[in-house]
């Protein structure tokens, strides 16, 4: 099961609270303040990694908590710190504030971590309210609470290159032929429900990420089909791949198909359809192909790269066209 969105609670650890002891021993008296410092709750922190697909873990887990820091003894013993609690969540994971909105993570990097709940400072033992004047002194302070929030967390695929076509074109069996994913496909749109991400790898040891997602139709951005809900998945990619189906097995033109596209993109998010992008001109193994080839190619400006990804046909002419058009790329998603 894909997920996207969850909504969950953290509550990071309390303080554990400071001591109020004295050193009690024969033949010492007047032993003084001894009482230790309660110990730091835990956090909870979201960690990004590359073995979470979706928010699934969140859906069905809603609480997390750290563990609370423990309390300070007598002989000076200081509290343990709480342990943090490690919520692992997908690469391209936004959090957001339920209460005040404001976004406290967007984890696009493997590792990167985000404090969304701050465990409570410990309270102080009384040794440390000593004074020349109050020499034994009985105050010592509770521990401060945790953090706690509610938090909305979205997830935004992130990928190099995200694949963009009508149902039905392809992109699953492309992105089976040029990488490590290898999604459902079948005859039928709508095959592909959520999205997936698959690593190509390259010769020289370099390596990027495409993104499938759910076929587009017109009217996509209105919710029509799948396709909104799925469209802010590639609103990250740094490149775009468009999979037209020049054999026209479901009676459409490809030439509008691609116009679609870019009009659904763009209703989208302005702009979402200038991103440096290559078409890919698929079921080039069908009868009327050809033709469509040669219109595509007087009309379009954008590097065509045609195949059949079926039968595995000019694959690496493909992976070439998305490395060069990654090359000239700043890293940021
Ligand atoms: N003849 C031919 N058929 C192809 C080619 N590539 C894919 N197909 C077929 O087209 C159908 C659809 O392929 P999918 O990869 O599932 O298409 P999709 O774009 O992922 O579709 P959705 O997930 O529904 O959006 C499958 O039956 C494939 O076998 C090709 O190059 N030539
Ligand atoms: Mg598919």
Not at 38 to 61: D, H, P, W
Not at 209 to 214: G, L, N, Q, W
Not at 246 to 271: N, S
Request: charged content about 25%; hydrophobic content about 35%; aromatic content about 4%.
């Amino acid at each position: 099961m894909f997920v996207d969105r969850a909504k969950v609670i953290v509550c990071a650890g309390d303080g554990g609270d400071g001591c109020a002891s004295f050193r009690r021993e024969k033949f010492v008296p007047f032993g003084g303040p001894n009482g230790g410092d309660g110990g730091l709750g835990g956090s909870v922190i979201f960690r990004a990694v590359t073995g979470e697909q979706s928010l699934l873990n969140l859906k069905y887990r809603q609480h997390w908590q750290a563990e609370r820091g423990e309390h300070g003894r007598g002989k000076d013993c200081l509290g343990h710190r709480g342990a943090d609690c490690i919520v692992p969540v997908p690469i391209g994971t936004l959090v957001r504030d339920v209460d005040s909105g404001e976004l406290l993570a967007d984890l696009t990097a493997e590792n990167q971590e985000c404090v969304v709940a701050r465990g409570g400072v410990g309270g102080k033992g009384n040794s440390r309210f000593v004074t020349p004047t109050n020499r034994a002194p009985r105050t010592a302070t509770p521990g401060e609470p945790g953090e706690r929030r509610t938090l909305q967390v979205d997830l935004k695929v992130v990928a190099d290159v995200g694949l963009v076509g009508y149902p039905n074109a392809g992109k699953s069996t492309l992105i089976s032929a040029i990488s490590d994913a290898h999604p459902k496909t079948a005859p039928y749109p709508f095959t592909t429900l959520h999205p997936n991400v698959g690593v190509v790898h390259l010769d020289d040891l370099r390596r990027f990420t495409v993104a499938d997602i759910p076929g587009l139709i017109d009217g996509a951005h209105l919710d029509v089909g799948l396709g909104h809900d799925f469209l802010r998945h590639i609103e990250r990619c740094r490149a775009l791949c468009y999979v037209l189906d020049l054999g026209g097995v479901d009676g459409r033109d490809p030439l509008d198909d691609l116009a679609a596209l870019r009009r659904e993109l763009e209703f989208h998010l302005e702009g979402l359809s200038r991103r440096p992008a290559i078409i890919v001109a698929n079921k080039m193994d069908l009868e009327p192909a050809a033709d469509n080839l040669r219109r595509l190619r007087e009309q379009e400006s954008l590097r065509i790269v045609p195949t059949c990804a079926e039968l595995m046909e000019n694959q690496p002419e493909v992976i070439q066209a998305l490395r060069e058009l990654l090359a000239g790329l700043p890293d940021a998603h």
